[in-house]
Structure formats: structure tokens, C-alpha cells
Antibody, heavy 122, light 108 residues
Framework: QVQLQESGPQLVKPSETLSLTCTVS??????????WGWIRQPPGKGLEWIASISHSGSTYYNPSLKSRVTISVDTSKHQFSLNLTSVIVADTSSYYCVRHAPTYSSGTVDSWGQGTLVTVSS | SSELTQDPAVSVALGQTVRLTCQGDSLRRYYASWYQQKPGQAPVLVFY???NRPSGIPNRFSGSSSGNTASLTITGAQAEDEADYYC???????????FGGGTKLTVL
């Protein structure tokens, strides 16, 4: 069973860059059957998809965040990463790394990391 | 704003049946997936596709779809089913994931 684990700072100052890494274990990161992504959830609110990347490096971004987000993958390290620039207080959320079905499919998210709460505050 | 619409809150008596709905134009093309989230925990996939339930999910959880509406039915709701439920699918481009705003299910 694949396992996903987020890592990165829990506190980021406004205007700085939020950087998170997800380590994949228990299954291949190179697979045409899956795409890797990030989803966030502000405290007490709903889920918001941020970005996704295939093992080949094809990237997909939420249009509302696209100007500030970069997603990348390092298959040799079994990791993929998220950078969110110019953060504001409203970016305070639990950030989940996930595995989901590929493009043009239903988008089922079948694996979730435990999530990491990132607070944006000075 | 979500491209998928869910009722914010639904309640059900213990042991009764409840249906949660998710509406959106993209559901005419893509099946919905359903997730259960309990406080302080990551979401868990409970139903997806036309008729798929992940291993370990009780068979009281079932799904259906008609037109632009997907439904998750819990037959004989248990106290442990009290949670937030989210649906998701693709947007019309097929590239992006979208989520409903979530339904808070209370088991009375």
C-alpha cells in the first residue's frame, strides 16, 4: 500500500515562499496509472485542489493559484514538491499530498498523506 | 466557489438511510468520487466510479449517478458515519480536479 508523507516548515512569514515535499513509499512513483498532487484545506473549511504532476513532468494548476504555484517531481528520490510564493494569511491551511487518477479520468484521489498544517504569520 | 454543489448539512436518525448529493455540469461526463473526513484526520475515499467501494469500506456505502447529479447513500447509518463528506471530479477541461464544498452529516 502506497504511503505519502509531507514535510516542510509549519510556519511561514507573509510574502515568503511556502515549500513542501512529499515522499512516496510502498509503491512506484513512476506509473501511467497515477498522478501526484497537492490539496489544501483552511481550518474549518473545505478542500481545494492546488496542483498535480505526472511522473513524466506534465503539470496542472488550479487557475486561481497558478501565478504563485510550482509543482515538481524527483523520481530518483521518490518525491514531489510544492512551492507557493508570496504567501498571505489566507494561505494558512492543512496541506495534503495525494495520489490520484490521471488526466481525463474521474480524478479519484485514492491515497492521502496525513496532512501538514502550515500557518502564515509574522 | 466550487463547480460541484453539496448541501452544507444533513442529519439522519441512527439506523436510517440518508442520501448525500453532489451537483455539477462535469458530472455529465465524469463520475464523482466520495470522501469521508473526520475531525483532525485526512479524508478517506469511500466510493468512486460507477460502482466501486475501496477495500475496508462497509457495504452500507453506495453510490449512483444521474445526469448532473451524483449521490452517496448510507443505508443504516451508524454513529461512526458522522463526518464531513466531500465529492470530487474533474472540471470540464478534464485537466483539473474540483471538489464540492462538503456536507456535514450528523447522526442523531
Amino acid at each position: 500500500q502506497v504511503q505519502l508523507q509531507e514535510s516542510g516548515p509549519q510556519l511561514v512569514k507573509p510574502s515568503e515562499t511556502l515549500s513542501l515535499t512529499c515522499t512516496v513509499s510502498g509503491g512506484p512513483i513512476i506509473s501511467d496509472s497515477y498522478t501526484w498532487g497537492w490539496i489544501r484545506q483552511p481550518p474549518g473549511k473545505g478542500l481545494e485542489w492546488i496542483a498535480s504532476i505526472s511522473h513524466s513532468g506534465s503539470t496542472y494548476y488550479n487557475p486561481s493559484l497558478k501565478s504563485r504555484v510550482t509543482i515538481s517531481v524527483d523520481t530518483s528520490k521518490h518525491q514531489f514538491s510544492l512551492n507557493l510564493t508570496s504567501v498571505i494569511v489566507a494561505d494558512t491551511s492543512s496541506y495534503y499530498c495525494v495520489r490520484h487518477a490521471p488526466t481525463y479520468s474521474s480524478g479519484t484521489v485514492d491515497s492521502w498523506g496525513q496532512g501538514t498544517l502550515v500557518t502564515v504569520s509574522s | 466557489s466550487s463547480e460541484l454543489t453539496q448541501d452544507p448539512a444533513v442529519s439522519v436518525a441512527l439506523g436510517q438511510t440518508v442520501r448525500l448529493t453532489c451537483q455539477g455540469d462535469s458530472l455529465r461526463r465524469y463520475y464523482a468520487s466520495w470522501y469521508q473526513q473526520k475531525p483532525g484526520q485526512a479524508p478517506v475515499l469511500v466510493f468512486y466510479g460507477k460502482d466501486n467501494r475501496p477495500s475496508g469500506i462497509p457495504n452500507r456505502f453506495s453510490g449512483s449517478s444521474s445526469g448532473n447529479t451524483a449521490s452517496l447513500t448510507i443505508t443504516g447509518a451508524q454513529a461512526e458515519d458522522e463526518a464531513d463528506y466531500y465529492c470530487n471530479s474533474r472540471d470540464s477541461s478534464g485537466f483539473h480536479l474540483v471538489f464540492g464544498g462538503g456536507t456535514k452529516l450528523t447522526v442523531l
